[in-house]
């Protein structure tokens, strides 16, 4: 299995800009997570989706930041308009619901988002 | 809401030695899963080995184990016999079921030559 797999794997932009940052899931999870990893406030649940459905987007920060499952095998983080406080290490998790109970989630290698 | 705590943000230990991280949480759940996660410099997150609140018996995966204490709410990692490749970050992470993972902040452990 190729596993989670995110792109950029580093992206540099000017504040003000439009940033994507994009996740391909493991075939066949049917959970996908975003999160936002900073020194100061460690690992953050952005917002997570089932069935491409977004259950619970309570960690997304601003109405600036947005995540989209247009399919089972591709999701999108979006900000628009990017500030320097957005800069972090952005991850993308999927995991799998086996009827019984949820298998550990399983993460991409990360996007290094630097806003200057 | 559920808290997860690493209160050792760094370790260091020689090559071969043991080490214990530790780690500690607050929830009202019964049935829960606890995890270590590495985070080695080239930023992945890998899952080294969890713990379901319902078993008794302390998880085990090579050379880490858990000691996994219910009533206390900790869940520390042993690694044993150190080795290099071990340098990473090291999170506890705490699930409730409703998929969202909680951290701690992390320990940073150095293996040392």
């Known amino acids: 299995d190729a596993g989670v797999i995110q792109s950029p794997r580093h992206e540099v932009t000017e504040m003000g800009q439009e940033v994507t940052l994009r996740c391909k899931p493991i075939?066949?999870?049917?959970?996908l997570f975003w999160y936002r990893q900073t020194m100061m406030r460690g690992l953050e649940l952005l917002i997570y989706?089932?069935?491409?459905?977004?259950?619970?987007d309570s960690g997304m920060p601003e109405d600036r930041f947005s995540a989209k499952m247009p399919n089972a095998s591709f999701s999108t983080l979006k900000i628009q308009p990017s500030e320097p406080r957005d800069s972090a290490v952005y991850f993308c998790?999927?995991?799998?619901?086996?009827?019984?109970?949820?298998?550990?989630?399983?993460f991409g290698d990360g996007t290094r988002l630097s806003i200057l | 809401a559920q808290t997860v705590t690493q209160s050792q943000p760094e370790m260091s230990v020689q090559e071969a030695e043991t080490v214990t991280l530790s780690c500690t949480y607050d929830?009202?759940?019964?049935?829960?899963?606890l995890f270590w996660y590495k985070q080695p410099p080239s930023r992945q997150m890998i899952l080294v080995i969890r713990?379901?609140?319902?078993?008794?018996q302390n998880a085990t995966e090579n050379r880490f184990s858990v000691n996994f204490q219910k009533a206390a709410k900790s869940f520390s990692l042993k690694i044993s016999d150190s080795q290099l490749g071990d340098t990473a970050m090291y999170f506890c992470?705490?699930?409730?079921?409703?998929?969202?993972?909680?951290f701690g902040q992390g320990t940073r452990l150095t293996i040392n030559p």
């Open positions: 998790a999927s995991s799998l619901w086996t009827g019984v109970n949820n298998q550990p989630q399983h």
């Open positions: 713990q379901e609140a319902y078993k008794q």
């Open positions: 075939s066949g999870h049917d959970y």
């Open positions: 989706f089932n069935n491409n459905v977004p259950i619970d």
């Open positions: 992470a705490f699930w409730e079921g409703a998929q969202k993972l909680v």
């Open positions: 929830t009202s759940e019964n049935n829960y899963y």
